[in-house]
């Protein structure tokens, strides 16, 4: 065999191979999934175990889409949303911090209120104090012993203790009871207070203390002393994605509803889908 002909035997042998290589490599490649659009869902504390759930569903059926839920008081995440935070959609324990966002310039896009919760009482599931409406002849300061404060998120801007603090003055508690709160960051800190023996009392929502074993319900405080504990859902920003679109509809469908409901929150009335 002459020179030339070794070589070219020895190039085409080469070349063979690297396109066998080339076609497994892009055999593999084929077989790999593609990468899943990730929808971010800024959402009150108190909706994590019930938006977890949801999201789990959404995602077994939608196995292209990873959703990626963010939880703390409604404050502390418009306050994230408006500094520009890669947020899709916002869930609000409130109004008041959803309006807050869109006067910072945010779009809101199919905003509509999805769900209601109510407020109530609670103490470690050991307390032997026995059930308590709190109302204008059931002063809530004689359950406290000397020392002892009332668990509440914080009155200055989350939205579990600003309803809480319109009940308290609703029910003309508000001025005995202020020097006595414990003021947490959201609403499942001032759950785990209660849960922690650190207050014998605290003032959640009742979907807050239905996921706990660890506290119980002492009663609901009258929805008129207090404005309705609705949250409102929105798109953010001015070209959604078509998978937060789609996933914001299917949050307002009887299939999420009833997840949300299993864990204690109502229907708004207004929580149709927006189209």
Not at 47 to 74: C, F, G, T, W
Request: net charge negative; proline share 6%.
């Amino acid at each position: 065999m002459t020179v030339f002909a070794s070589r070219f035997a020895f190039f085409s042998r080469s070349l063979s191979a690297l396109g066998r290589t080339a076609l497994v490599a892009g055999c593999c490649l084929a077989s790999l999934p593609a990468m899943a659009a990730t929808v971010q869902v800024y959402a009150a504390a108190s909706m994590a175990d019930s938006l977890n759930k949801a999201a789990e569903r959404y995602e077994q059926q939608h196995p292209d889409v990873e959703i990626k839920p963010v939880y703390a008081s409604s404050s502390t995440l418009a306050r994230q949303i408006a500094a520009g935070a890669n947020a899709a959609i916002f869930i609000s324990a409130d109004q008041q911090w959803m309006d807050w966002l869109g006067k910072q310039g945010v779009e809101l896009n199919q905003r509509a209120d999805l769900l209601s919760n109510a407020l109530v009482l609670i103490a470690p599931s050991n307390s032997r104090q026995e059930a308590f409406v709190p109302d204008r002849d059931h002063p809530l300061l004689p359950l406290l012993g000397e020392k002892e404060r009332l668990s509440v998120g914080d009155p200055s801007h989350v939205p579990a203790g600003i309803y809480a603090k319109a009940a308290l003055e609703s029910l003309g508690q508000w001025q005995a009871l202020e020097p006595r709160l414990a003021r947490a960051s959201d609403v499942r800190g001032a759950l785990a207070m209660v849960e922690q023996g650190e207050a014998p009392l605290g003032i959640v929502y009742g979907t807050d203390a239905k996921v706990s074993d660890k506290v119980k319900t002492l009663g609901t405080f009258p929805a008129s002393s207090h404005p309705p504990v609705t949250y409102p859902v929105a798109l953010i920003g001015n070209a959604p994605s078509d998978e937060a679109k789609a996933l914001r509809k299917w949050l307002a469908e009887p299939e999420a509803m009833n997840i949300f409901t299993t864990y204690g929150f109502e229907a708004a009335s207004d929580h149709d889908a927006a189209e």
